[in-house]
């Protein structure tokens, strides 16, 4: 049975969790430099998010690519189901937490072609909707930046 409440997320990382990176910089007393983590993010979306072992670490000072092998990995979340609507216009996708938890994201394509994705920020909800598993849990507890942004990518 898991946990009512999440409990603080151990090493690996997200690699998209700018917050924990900086934190993690700053606890190991590594003074990084800003063009470092922004050239980081940038190429990490630009090659689509590989894993970090075969990310492309030129350019990178060596203990920053030691730091981030040893506490990050570009994903901590997995998607475990996809369900897509029979008109094909939404798709429901359950994403496993690194702590087992689930949260629900969904795709919605518009007849106009636009597409939105609504992304999940916690685990449960407090409003209560009876027609709604989430809505029945209660909060337990908030979504880490990286865990948001693995939504997105």
């Known amino acids: 049975m898991l946990s009512k409440k999440r409990l603080a997320q151990q090493p690996p990382h997200s690699a998209l969790d700018l917050p ?3 934190k993690t910089f700053e606890q ?3 003074p990084v430099k800003e063009y470092h983590i922004l050239e980081f993010q ?3 979306h630009k090659s689509k998010y590989p894993p970090l072992s075969q990310f492309d670490w030129s350019s990178f ?3 920053f690519v030691e730091i981030m092998m040893a506490n990050f990995v570009t994903t901590t979340s997995k998607v ?3 369900q897509t609507s029979s008109d094909q216009m939404t ?3 359950l994403i496993e ?7 629900e994201s969904v795709i919605m394509r518009h007849e106009t072609g636009r597409t939105t994705l609504c992304v999940s ?3 449960g909800c407090k409003m209560g909707c009876t027609f709604c598993a989430t809505g029945t849990m209660g909060i337990i507890g908030n979504l880490t930046a990286g865990e948001i942004l693995e939504q997105v990518s």
Not at 97 to 103: K, M
């Open 28 to 30: 190991l007393d590594y």
């Open 20 to 22: 924990m990176m900086l």
């Open 42 to 44: 940038r190429r990490l």
């Open 80 to 82: 475990v189901l996809s």
């Open 97 to 103: 937490l690194h702590d087992g938890h689930q949260v």
């Open 121 to 123: 920020s916690q685990v």
């Open 91 to 93: 798709t429901k996708l």
């Open 61 to 63: 000072p060596v203990r």
